[in-house]
């Protein structure tokens, strides 16, 4: 159960992550204090999404600890909410919004027993929250991006965990959904819920976090975000000469999902 | 029907329903072509257990050359590993290395026993009455239909009971893992059932139906529902379906039951892939046909109304100018657009014109907000 008396959200301790002795993540070292967002960001390539499957056991380790609030993630699993990917799963397979959002309460039901009533109860909840309950019933594959990413965040709403792990909530969502994902966040935070995301857009880096971790294979920086979000340490992370263009408010286009793929939501510019 | 008949239909129905409830969650993971290396590479294993057992019907043959068909699936996974060689090339490599071998030993070592390599490829449905299974003296039926029946009760039964498990680590395998459902151990399992159903039905029905019945029925059914459970109980019935029409022709033709049966599997398909509501061709054809005249319809009521109240409306609006050089339609496909579109209400006539109703303004308005425009 949960430890009161740690303060770690999650703690890793020489973490390394290598693919055919490749290092993936070398050494890294991670401390989340409760109730903070947290953005990990780095470069393509940079070990992001590994960082979020090797705490959640997901690849193997070649070396590390991980501790969430206190204890092993095999112990505290049920404490653990985990938003991957979209573009992950198959969303041709045959099943409802409903139907996964459900699969949220899985892990508390464990092996054998079915989801019902109360499953079904706490799904509609969720979906309310993420403004999806009209979908409930809807084939998945009807759904555009900003949809399914509100439904994977509502299957992680009803896991009802201490600490989230998001990958990418942002990729490819419109403005909208990108604010009402915000909010919710915000509202995780405010219940003294930790959430882990990894992030791309430098631009809303600021405005959206309180914690940064900056990655490229090795930790660069870990911190509040204005004492770790510094062009010196964007440097380091990104390898090359991170350019902020200043924003001319009427004139700037707004940015593209091309740039926001490219992770600089079409403010900043990375030149090797 | 004789009894002999019934039996063979009985076996058949079973084989094709255990076959279903396996290869819908084969096809859903993409790995439909792995019932097909499981069905072949089982032979060796099958032949050595023969040996030892010497019965073909016996449960210790089924289970040991399952554990091929567990082993070939490793293999498998081992040389994709190594990334020396994609997946399906190292399963091209694994099964027929491992079917020869089983056609080698049966050639060298079991010619003259019930065990030929025809007998492999579609089985001898038609010899199955006459192997009877008797406990304590008694007849209580062909052994082949207590052998299907049961692989088909224990697919049910583990389907039934790990439904929830299945369906969580086939959507999302990532999930699966950090709730802690192993999702590792799910794929062996539902890999050790397919291999248990291919070698269960090899000797009845042969490996082109196993292969047929684990991949049909399920890619049929895919194409009918929205819904798991709907796509296992269709999965199972088309399955069945296929089955007695095989069985059906089979004996119209003279020809081979299972032979027929694996035939039917694709007729029954091709059927559903014609015909099935809302993904079926002829609905799919249909549907873009529709969508096709409705956007021309959609386009005429933005072009009145981009025009309206401009000074080249009167010119604009006129029947005659959307062939002309402008819109450049044939008169043709303009006399079809203004029909569809005054019958939706989007456009009237007006003498020679054509006048936007407050319809047609509504609809050319959400189309150039760029909504996707229904009338």
Known sequence: ?272 | MSPAQIEILAIAVCTAVACALVGTFLVLRRLAMVSDAISHSILPGIVVAFFVTRDLSSPWLVVGAAATGVLTVALVEALTRSRRLKEDAAMGLVFPALFSLGVVLITRYAGNVHLDVDAVLLGELAYAPFNRLEIAGTDVGPRGLWLMGGIMLINALAVGLFFKELKLATFDAGLAAALGFAPVAIHYGLMSLVSLTAVGAFDAVGLILVVALMIGPPAAAYLLTDRLTVMLVLSASLGAVAAALGFWLATAVDGSIAGAMAVAVGVVFAVVFLAAPGRGLIAVMRRRRRQRWEFAAVMLAIHLWQHEGEPDEAEESRVEHLHGKHVGWTPEFTRRTVALATRRGLVEPAGERLRLTELGRAAAGRALSGAVVEV
């Not at chain 1, 594959?141 to 949809?147: I, K, T, V």
């Not at chain 1, 940064?212 to 204005?226: D, K």
Request: aromatic share 8%; glycine share 8%; net charge negative.
């Open chain 1, 1 to 272: 159960m949960t430890d009161p008396t740690t303060t770690c959200a999650v703690e890793v301790t020489d973490l390394t992550v290598a693919y055919r002795e490749r290092p993936v993540l070398w050494d890294v070292d991670l401390s989340v204090p409760r109730g903070k967002l947290l953005a990990i960001m780095g470069p393509n390539g940079a070990g992001k999404t590994t960082l979020i499957k090797a705490i959640l056991g997901l690849v193997p380790t070649a070396a590390g600890r991980v501790l969430v609030h206190g204890e092993p993630y095999t112990a505290n699993r049920h404490l653990v909410g985990y938003v991957p990917q979209r573009g992950s799963v198959d969303w041709d397979f045959p099943t409802t919004v409903l139907d996964v959002v459900m699969m949220g309460r899985y892990g508390t039901l464990g092996w054998l027993r079915r989801p019902g009533r109360r499953e079904r109860d706490q799904a509609h909840v969720a979906l309310e929250k993420v403004g999806m309950d009209v979908f409930a019933d809807r084939q998945i594959s009807e759904l555009s991006g900003g949809q399914q990413q509100r439904v994977f965040l509502a299957r992680a709403l009803v896991q009802e965990a201490q600490v989230y792990f998001m990958d990418e909530p942002f990729q490819g969502v419109d403005a909208r959904t990108e604010r009402a994902i915000i909010e919710l966040l915000k509202e995780l935070r405010a219940q003294d819920r930790t959430v882990v995301v990894v992030h791309h857009d430098l631009q809303t880096v600021t405005e959206y976090f309180d914690w940064v971790t900056l990655l490229n294979v090795r930790r660069i920086a870990s911190g509040p975000v204005e004492e770790t979000f510094t062009e010196e340490n964007l440097r380091l992370a990104y390898g090359g000469r991170v350019e902020f263009l200043q924003r001319q408010a009427p004139a700037d286009p707004p940015p593209t999902p091309e740039d926001r793929d490219h992770g600089l939501g079409g403010y900043g510019k990375i030149r090797p």
